[in-house]
């Protein structure tokens, strides 16, 4: 069965600086991953997704994933953090049995 | 506007009392899941359908229940056997292998 990895589940980043979340999946076959992520008392809603079309993928809010079949990693990564990244973030292999543990993302002023 | 609608934002209960709540979506999808989230736990699942008048248990069903009669509606009951039903319920939707859960905004219950 498809799983996912989080490393890390609080990231501590000021803000302007490079932003890095780490996911490593565990399959035999091309996975579908998305990256979601979710405010405060909300639900959560889609950064962006793999899908095997391309391997870098460009998301809303400036974030963009790189799928690494050597590395079995999809990592999220925004070069320059705002304030309003604060929030916490979850890799998914597929579209909705499972989700990573989650990774709380807070940016230092 | 399509979505997927999750009611009421915030519920209180005595303990003892089953209590259900209400996930509605009007985007056609199959299939449709209901997570429970505490802090520093992640998402786990609960129960999920991927058709009318069929669910299966997630990884925590024990103390809840479900129903699937309508395609846009899966509401959940939280019963009196759970233990600890203070938590953030999550209600999800989705259709076909490769795209994505569209979310609800949650319901927050809490049980005194």
């Known amino acids: 069965a498809q799983s996912v990895t989080q490393l890390g589940s609080h990231v501590s980043v000021s803000e302007g600086a490079l932003v890095l979340l780490r996911c490593n999946y565990s399959s035999s076959v091309p996975p579908y991953l998305f990256w979601y992520v979710q405010y405060p008392n909300q639900g959560l809603q889609l950064l962006l997704k793999?899908?095997?079309?391309?391997?870098l993928v460009k998301g809303i809010n400036g974030f963009e994933a790189e799928f690494k079949k050597s590395e079995t990693s999809f990592h999220l990564t925004k070069p320059s953090a705002h304030m309003s990244d604060a929030a916490e973030y979850f890799c998914?292999?597929?579209?909705?049995?499972?989700f990573g543990q989650g990774t709380r993302l807070t940016i230092n002023p | 506007d399509g979505g997927i609608t999750q009611s009421p934002k915030y519920l209180f209960r005595k303990e003892g009392q089953n209590v259900t709540l209400s996930c509605e979506q009007n985007l056609n999808h199959d299939a449709m899941y209901w997570y429970r989230q505490d802090p520093g736990q992640g998402l786990r699942l609960i129960y999920y359908?991927?058709?009318?008048?069929?669910?299966q248990k997630g990884d925590i069903a024990e103390g809840y229940s479900v129903s699937r009669e309508k395609k846009e509606s899966f509401p959940l009951t939280v019963t009196s056997a759970q233990k600890n039903p203070t938590a953030f319920y999550l209600c999800a939707s989705s259709n076909g292998r490769s795209t994505e859960a569209f979310f609800g905004q949650g319901t927050r219950l809490t049980v005194v």
């Open positions: 998914a292999p597929r579209r909705g049995l499972v």
């Open positions: 359908s991927q058709i009318v008048n069929d669910f």
């Open positions: 793999y899908t095997s079309a391309a391997t």
